[in-house]
């Protein structure tokens, strides 16, 4: 690196004879910041493009919300009025249509996701232990449950959409034909039904991705907790409520915050499920924001409905981890 | 060493290149002009049964524009869904095509964005001027008073198309021309799995084309005179409850069309399962449902009574589509070139013969191919008693909004639940109530 003719001292400095630090200072500190800094010079290229990807649209995204960006300024939307809190106050005003509206498609979503991931969970659950003993056709078995999650989104869905139709529908056949279960086909893709038809899709495709993730966690789950147990005298509901299921709480609190996040935020499913408009009774957030900007042409108010989605996720999620963690730490502390 | 200040200088290289490239989106306000003369670059909507088959009718005639002026038209096929998403993120983006269609309601709407090229009298000069053009298709072109937004291409109109042997079985000797004949016909029809009427109840441009001519014969505008919403009134209500009555209280519509948003009333009126369909230029598409010309009848869609004319006769809109140039192209004389030779008699005759629509084009509307069985009606009905949707702004969130209400409206009537007038204009109220405020 730098050489320097002065003799080195004991401590492995270099000792100058005139110039006390004077000469060497600077030298040495060009060292130190390139020392230090290359590590961060070397992460410039992933923090711009994070900057680029992730943050940059955000922002720009929350500052269209105090716009009025409506069509007659979308060609060059910085000449659109700025409107201050107008599209949050219209938001959140929940005895006006647009308000109301967006409360409704609120409280559908929170009911939607707590039914899907709740029902993702138990099924992944449930089907991951009893895939946790070894018997023949057992790695087929996993295979086959995994396809819906490999399934590409829309292909999967549009399957459904068919299987749902009223007059040729796979569901109307098997639950009015052939069971004859009701009294006239129903409907599944307009009307009350239509809430239905949307968790089941959901659920459909989500619950495999819990079963991946408990059946990775229950590995890990030495198999001697069992064999104690089971010389103690343990059935396989005392093993499970025991042993199974407080092994399996750091991989569920993380399974669980991913699968809240995914299902609130899903928007392919109803997007192919319904078309643009979808029923009210399965109106979800996603879709909510979408036909609020993109078919109404109102940008504004999109972006300030997407940006209070935001706060409330952020919100959720620092609450969850918060009360999680204090949790592990305290079951750690005992 | 060497190695550390290689990747020091790759990272900031890097940086520098992602930075320029953050910058570098083009700008969005520009007016045009003609930096690359030799390229265009078209977004042409869906007129045939598949994009495919548009593409093999509108190459030959690119391959000849660019024989004639030099210049290559690219082509891309836009299907129906996301045209208008596309047009909006273009405008947003500043970064289009040169050409484009348009639905022709739309008109009004993307005018409003200023991204497309106003046409003045100058710039209509270049394609041989306004009045080659029928009045009808230019009153879908913008808002009244302003410079039109685009050109009108292809026009087409609403008829009423049966199928000759479910009529003959039925006993019909001719096709309904008014409502009460309509359902009086359709009621012989429904019954043993077949059904008088098809409709597409969850597809909302459908739902406000059939309402607004309803509308027009109750004397109902959706906006009033000075452009803003009034979907209450009770002309609007009567219009509204009218169409979705067809299900709900006449019952010769199936049930099942509530969901239909797909022409699957269409491909049911082609399997002999409806006897009816309201419909703009089905002839092509029946022919690729395997359907025989001989197989189907038109007539002109129904009037309350009388014959279909202007005002409360009115049995049609002026459907079609127009063709705008982006403003931001950069190839303005290029695209002005372009719209004159889709525009031109010959160019006229050929695409819409492909497409079975009506050229808009006064001169081409004279070949022999527009006054057939199938074209005849749609023609007749252009001239005589065909009315724009309202030229406002607003028009695509109308579309959306009202498109919605009788959505909601048939899945009410599907599930058996009853249809009255508060309940038609509760939804009414709720759809204008999403309009936005000014």
Redesign the interface.
Known sequence: ?TTTTAPAGPDGRTVGKNSPGAARGPRRRTGRIRRIG?PY??L??AL??EL?VHL?PMVIGIVMSFKEL???Y????TTAPWTALDNYRMSVDFS???GE?LLHSFLVTCAFTLLSVGLCWFIGTVAAICMQDTFRGRGLLRAVFLVPYALPVYAAVITWAFMF???NGLVNHVLHDQLGLTDK?S?W????NSFIALLVVSVWKGWPFAFLIVMAGLQNIPKELYEAASLDGAGVWQQIRRITLPSLRPVNQVLVLVLFLWTFNDFNTPYVLF???A??AADLISIHIY?SS?????FGTGSAMSVLLLLFLLVVTGVYLFLTSRERRRSARV | MRSIRAAAIGAVTMSLALAASACGGGSSTGGGSNDSPKELTYWASNQGASVEIDKKVLQPELDKFEKETGIKVKLEVVPWSDLLNRILTATTSGQGPDVLNIGNTWSASLQATGALLPWDAKNFDKIGGKDRFVDSALGSTGVEGQDPAAVPLYSMAYALYYNKQMFADAGVTKPPATWDELVETGKKISKDGKWGLGAEGSNLSNNIHQIFVLGKQHGADFFTADGKPDFTSDGAVAAVKQYVDLMAKDKVIAPGNAEYAQNQSLSDFAKGKTAMVLWQTASATFKTMGMKDDQWGVAPAPVASGTPGTGESTNSMVAGINMAVFKNTDNVDGATKFVKFMTSDAEQKILNKAYGSIPPVKAAQSDAAFNTQATGVLRETLATSAAALPQVPDESQFETAVGTAVKELFADAAAGREVTTESVKAKLAKAQQQMPAK
């Open positions: 690196m290359l010079l070397l410039l290229p711009l493009l680029l940059v409506t069509q007659f979308i060609r060059d939307w006006a249509p647009v509206a139709q009223h007059d086909p409907f893709l307009i009307g009350d078309g643009k408009a029923p009210e036909q993109f078919v109404t042409w109102n």
